[in-house]
């Protein structure tokens, strides 16, 4: 067991990030795409390796070390999605991440298209958050407007239960049969006559 728990009793409790919930978006959807640029460019160093070890019959990647990160994004393209990055509500964050892993999955870009396929995600999520908020102002709409009472409903429509358009042979032999006294305790039901 353990005695490093019992040392931190008088540490002070972890602090919530003082951080706004878009900051902490923009941290997250950034440090996503700088870490499937590394292993965008982790897999293209695998594959030229692979290849090298078939059309030599060698394989030296025992002596080489891990070559650091060649590509990087120009200051201009990151302004440019962050700017973007930014404008995603916390609650597409996640489905953001998921899409992005996806495609990358299926399509399994080179590290130059990684960013491009970012940035196609992210507009996505955008489309997606413009239509469902024009629905709901839509759905607000509806709900806010006003509606006519149930008084003018109920003159205007006539509930028959036995009126129907569709003769029936019933019907005929309950015409020219005569009427049988009507037992008070029932109320008389009787369709509305064409006008």
């Given at each position: 067991m353990s005695l490093i728990p019992w040392f931190r009793w008088n540490e002070p409790p972890p602090r919530l990030s003082s951080r706004s919930p878009a900051e902490m978006v923009l941290e997250t959807l950034m440090m996503e795409l700088v870490g499937q640029m590394r292993e965008a460019e982790r897999q293209q160093r695998e594959r030229s390796n692979s290849a090298r070890k078939i059309c030599t019959g060698v394989d030296y990647s025992w002596l080489a070390s891990t070559p650091r990160s060649t590509y990087d994004l120009s200051p201009g393209e990151r302004l440019q999605l962050e700017d973007v990055c930014a404008k995603i509500h916390p609650s597409y964050c996640g489905p953001a991440i998921l899409r992005f892993r996806q495609l990358l999955a299926e399509q399994e870009p080179e590290v130059q298209e990684v960013s491009?396929?970012?940035?196609?995600?992210?507009?996505?999520?955008?489309?997606?958050?413009?239509?469902?908020?024009?629905?709901?102002?839509?759905?607000?709409?509806?709900?806010?407007?006003?509606?006519?009472?149930?008084?003018?409903?109920?003159?205007?429509?006539?509930?028959?239960?036995?009126?129907?358009?569709?003769?029936?042979?019933?019907?005929?032999?309950?015409?020219?049969?005569?009427?049988?006294?009507?037992?008070?305790?029932?109320?008389?039901?009787?369709?509305?006559?064409a006008d």
């Amino acid at each position: 067991m353990s005695l490093i728990p019992w040392f931190r009793w008088n540490e002070p409790p972890p602090r919530l990030s003082s951080r706004s919930p878009a900051e902490m978006v923009l941290e997250t959807l950034m440090m996503e795409l700088v870490g499937q640029m590394r292993e965008a460019e982790r897999q293209q160093r695998e594959r030229s390796n692979s290849a090298r070890k078939i059309c030599t019959g060698v394989d030296y990647s025992w002596l080489a070390s891990t070559p650091r990160s060649t590509y990087d994004l120009s200051p201009g393209e990151r302004l440019q999605l962050e700017d973007v990055c930014a404008k995603i509500h916390p609650s597409y964050c996640g489905p953001a991440i998921l899409r992005f892993r996806q495609l990358l999955a299926e399509q399994e870009p080179e590290v130059q298209e990684v960013s491009g396929l970012f940035r196609s995600v992210l507009q996505e999520v955008l489309e997606r958050m413009k239509q469902e908020e024009e629905a709901h102002k839509l759905t607000r709409q509806w709900s806010l407007r006003p509606r006519g009472s149930l008084g003018t409903f109920k003159s205007r429509a006539r509930i028959s239960p036995f009126a129907s358009d569709i003769r029936t042979i019933s019907e005929d032999v309950e015409r020219y049969a005569p009427r049988p006294s009507r037992t008070w305790s029932m109320p008389e039901f009787r369709a509305p006559k064409a006008d």
